[in-house]
């Protein structure tokens, strides 16, 4: 890992929630020092837009967009990246993100929704999402802290693969849900025998 450069990838559909707009802001908001690369996957109606405000912002060299990859292709960005962006503000799960914690990459997500509680601080930073500057601004910091801190790199990258085997492997999925059920079954008991 080189401190100050980095590569990330975003993969995902092109629509406004997923943050695309605030991701070309955050990467215009850079430190110059840095050497920060952005490749987004993915199709959808915010691709042309986002690509002419990338331009517009002067990022056509730090910011690739590459429209639909093949799967194959997918699986060779997700290896060569550092770094996971997933800016999704209104996203229910973010199956990326598994994918990205399985590839053992760091990720920066919103702590909203779906994202926002599979990553924690052992595999990524969560920023808030409150008004498009705000998310633009501090997905720029976390960023910025990501390249820089080669040993934050190191450890998030050993906690995404440890996170995605605590919450993404069936077997484990399973055992949660027998917990929970048991737990459940354990107070509606205690419950009925109080009323009793």
Not at 76 to 101: I, M, N
Not at 111 to 122: E, R, S
């Amino acid at each position: 890992m080189v401190p100050n450069r980095l590569k990330l990838l975003h993969d995902g559909r092109g629509v406004t929630t997923k943050g695309l707009r605030e991701a070309d802001r955050a990467m215009a908001l850079l430190p110059e020092a840095l050497d920060v690369r952005l490749e987004s996957a993915g199709q959808g109606e915010e691709i042309d837009i986002c690509r002419a405000e990338a331009k517009k912002l002067g990022l056509e060299d730090r910011y690739q967009f590459l429209g639909q990859v093949s799967r194959e292709q997918d699986e060779d960005l997700y290896r060569k990246a550092d770094g996971f962006l997933f800016p999704s503000f209104r996203e229910p799960s973010g199956s990326v993100v598994f994918e990205a914690l399985r590839h053992g990459l760091p990720v920066i997500t919103t702590g909203a929704g779906g994202p926002g509680y599979v990553i924690d601080q052992t595999c990524g930073l969560t920023v808030p999402a409150q008004t498009p500057e705000q998310l633009a601004s501090d997905l720029a910091a976390a960023i910025t802290r990501l390249a820089r801190d080669t040993d934050l790199r190191a450890r998030l990258s050993a906690g995404a693969r440890a996170r995605i085997s605590a919450i993404g492997l069936w077997r484990n999925k399973v055992k949660w849900l027998l917990n929970l059920y048991e737990e459940l079954t354990e107070q509606s008991q205690m419950k009925l025998s109080e009323v009793c």
